[in-house]
């Protein structure tokens, strides 16, 4: 009964901005790593960006410089802020979290349906 809901994408052109979120619900006693992946058409899913439960971050080379993953544990949501964005940013990006549950010692993947961003020229 866990879910992950991205929000936040949307069509924008080259140079603008946009934040995503991933809210987590359920019944979560907490959260490890956090993870933004996108997957342009044609192409194979890729990390954008990941986060580990104290806040460590790690970037594509992609990306570095012009996103910004955060987290905000109290509301079990993932950010990802998006500048300087260009075409080839253009892609479905999904939510993936490691959620600790009840009394359970493992985590479990869970990921988002999924949110558009289309970047235009």
């Known amino acids: 009964q866990v879910q992950l809901v991205e929000s936040g994408g949307g069509l924008v052109e080259a140079g603008g901005s946009l934040r995503l979120s991933c809210a987590a619900s359920?019944?979560?006693?907490?959260?490890?790593?956090m993870g933004w992946y996108r997957q342009a058409p044609g192409k194979q899913r890729e990390l954008v960006a990941h986060?580990?439960?104290?806040?460590?971050?790690n970037y594509a080379d992609s990306v570095k410089g012009r996103f910004t993953m955060s987290r905000d544990n109290a509301k079990n949501t993932g950010y990802l802020q998006m500048n300087s964005l260009k075409p080839e940013d253009t892609a479905v990006y999904y939510c993936?979290?490691?959620?600790?549950?009840?009394?359970?010692?493992?985590?479990?993947?869970?990921w988002g349906q999924g949110t558009q961003v289309t970047v235009s020229s």
């Open positions: 986060i580990t439960s104290g806040g460590s971050t």
């Open positions: 359920g019944s979560i006693r907490s959260i490890n790593a």
């Open positions: 993936r979290a490691e959620i600790l549950l009840g009394a359970s010692v493992f985590s479990y993947e869970y």
